[in-house]
Antibody
Framework: QVQLQESGPGLVKPSETLSLTCTVS????????WSWIRQPPGKGLEWIGH???????NYNPSLKSRVTILVDTSKNQFSLKVTSVTAADTAVYYC??????????WGKGTTVTVSS | QSALTQPASVSGSPGQSITISCTGT?????????VSWYQHHPGRAPKLMIY???NRPSGVSNRFSGSKSGNTASLTISGLQAEDEADYYC??????????FGGGTKLTVL
């Protein structure tokens, strides 16, 4: 079955760019949307955005100015970049498969801490 | 975009039923039949329990059911079991083609 695995630095300095990659295994990245979701410590889930395998995107309006999601179908991967990070971007970041409305397969999540 | 409104906590005894509400607006919950519910045990990946208001993915117990009336969706868990203790989140598709989560509800099985 399809599995997702997040990867990337666990520590990012304030004002720098957070970069994460999600690798899709057990299935093709084509024909689905792919999401990023995060959970700050002690808080709820926050949808960051999603990308269709063709490259079209939708972003959370509150994060849109700082977020970019890209897809690499040749590697069966998609990625997340968040610029100008602050401590408020500290969170567990999840990637997930979606049809644009529901997220049915999730990665295990990766913790990113923003600190100098 | 404010989070959908969920109660912070609910509780119930084994065997009982509980209901978690999720209130939004006509631009999200009320405007589309695209409400989902997720179960989240801390330290694990969230799990889809209900989609499109009332549909259960394969493998999810029929003790979990969903409904919607106006701008409020609900998740009902019947025959509560100890393993149901978790955080539950609703989400909805929105008029801006985005997804909005609720603030989450902590379910305690007494």
């Amino acid at each position: 079955q399809v599995q997702l695995q997040e990867s990337g630095p666990g520590l990012v300095k304030p004002s720098e760019t957070l970069s994460l990659t999600c690798t899709v295994s057990g299935g093709s990245i084509s024909s689905y949307y792919w999401s990023w979701i995060r959970q700050p410590p002690g808080k709820g889930l926050e949808w960051i955005g999603h990308i269709y395998y063709s490259g079209s995107t939708n972003y959370n309006p509150s994060l849109k100015s700082r977020v970019t999601i890209l897809v690499d179908t040749s590697k069966n991967q998609f990625s997340l970049k968040v610029t100008s990070v602050t401590a408020a971007d500290t969170a567990v970041y999840y990637c997930a498969r979606t049809d644009g409305r529901r997220m049915d397969v999730w990665g295990k999540g990766t913790t990113v801490t923003v600190s100098s | 975009q404010s989070a959908l409104t969920q109660p912070a906590s609910v509780s119930g005894s084994p065997g009982q039923s509980i209901t978690i509400s999720c209130t939004g607006t006509s631009s999200d919950v009320g405007g589309y039949n695209y409400v989902s519910w997720y179960q989240h045990h801390p330290g694990r990946a969230p799990k889809l329990m209900i989609y499109d208001v009332r549909n259960r993915p394969s493998g999810v117990s029929n003790r979990f059911s969903g409904s919607k009336s106006g701008n409020t969706a609900s998740l009902t868990i019947s025959g509560l079991q100890a393993e149901d203790e978790a955080d539950y989140y609703c989400s909805s598709y929105t008029s801006s083609s985005s997804v909005l989560f609720g603030g989450g509800t902590k379910l305690t099985v007494l």
